[in-house]
């Protein structure tokens, strides 16, 4: 990941590889491969949600050689694909701007409601 350097500094990586033979079984192309996308990204919501929870920063990027890291990872590139590198790390104890980690009390006081006719407008 050139010019990326962050992810030097990261705890722990992790690379998340559609492996397109299994999921062409169920879907067809090209939906085969947006439903990848799909995956990849609702994996990478939920892990920067909850490392933000938890307490580590999470980092996530697309913007890698993929050629370079599917050799690192001992891929093919073609029907081993890296798709997205999700990265988590402590915060700088420094940093002026560090939010303290959300704790289950600040969950179980949030509440979300949306009015009957807004949500039906959005789905038209």
């Given at each position: 990941?050139?010019r ?6 990261a ?16 879907y ?5 491969y ?6 990849v990204?609702?994996l ?23 050629a ?10 073609a ?9 988590a ?9 560090q939010?303290?980690?959300?704790s289950?009390?600040a969950?179980?006081r949030?509440?979300?409601?949306a ?10």
């Amino acid at each position: 990941m050139r010019r990326q350097d962050w992810a030097g500094q990261a705890a722990f990586l992790l690379v998340l590889v559609a492996r397109l033979e299994r999921m062409s079984v169920k879907y067809r192309a090209p939906r085969c491969y947006r439903v990848c996308l799909l995956n990849v990204g609702h994996l990478g919501q939920t892990f920067a949600l909850t490392a933000t929870a938890l307490g580590p920063v999470p980092a996530r990027t697309g913007a890698f050689n993929d050629a370079l890291l599917a050799e690192q990872c001992g891929l093919d590139n073609a029907g081993n694909i890296p798709l997205y590198v999700l990265a988590a790390g402590h915060p700088n104890p420094c940093g002026p701007n560090q939010p303290t980690p959300a704790s289950l009390t600040a969950f179980s006081r949030t509440s979300f409601q949306a009015s009957p006719a807004s949500t039906a407008s959005a789905f038209r």
